[in-house]
């Protein structure tokens, strides 16, 4: 039987835990995801991080909370992953995928990142159904280049270090 949880990577939060721009697209694309998907679950990634959130509650508690504030019961939720970087989204997620008997996933980011996201996931997961959903980045044009140009030197760091 198809167990399917769509993956929602985390993104930055201010310090009173709102969601940026770049977190609400995610969240706005998995709630698509979830529309599509009728008896998916959600399993929201984040936790702490200097660049990211500074809260006292992980980033995936926000992220939770948007989606039940947009119509996803909580107990179509998972357990958050509480990571720090999308190496460990990918790491984290996969007790809770197992605890759950998960054998289908939809990973949901920004577009520009998913081909690292994708790198990630598919190297975590080699078992299990993959496929990707990109979220539209509405960022200024200087802005989304920096995180482009970000995307492709961490993706380029990762493929070297596993050349090693």
């Not at 509480?82 to 997620?93: G, K």
Request: proline content about 5%.
């Amino acid at each position: 039987m198809r167990k399917l949880a769509i993956v929602v990577l985390g993104s930055p939060n201010d310090a009173e835990g709102n969601l940026s721009s770049i977190g609400i697209e995610r969240c706005q694309q998995a709630l698509a995801e979830y529309a599509r998907n009728p008896g998916a679950r959600m399993l929201p990634t984040g936790g702490w991080g200097d660049h990211f959130n500074t809260t006292d509650k992980p980033h995936g508690y926000y992220t939770r909370q948007y989606l039940m504030a947009h119509g996803v019961p909580g107990e179509d939720i998972l357990e958050c992953a509480e990571s720090a970087n999308t190496i460990q989204d990918a790491q984290l997620a996969r007790p809770i995928i197992e605890r759950h008997a998960i054998s289908e996933l939809i990973v949901v980011t920004s577009d520009f990142h998913i081909p690292r996201a994708r790198f990630l996931f598919e190297r975590e997961f080699p078992d299990l159904r993959l496929s990707f959903s990109a979220a539209e980045t509405h960022l200024p044009e200087d802005e989304l280049r920096q995180r482009k140009e970000h995307e492709v030197r961490a993706l380029a760091r990762l493929r070297q270090s596993m050349e090693r």
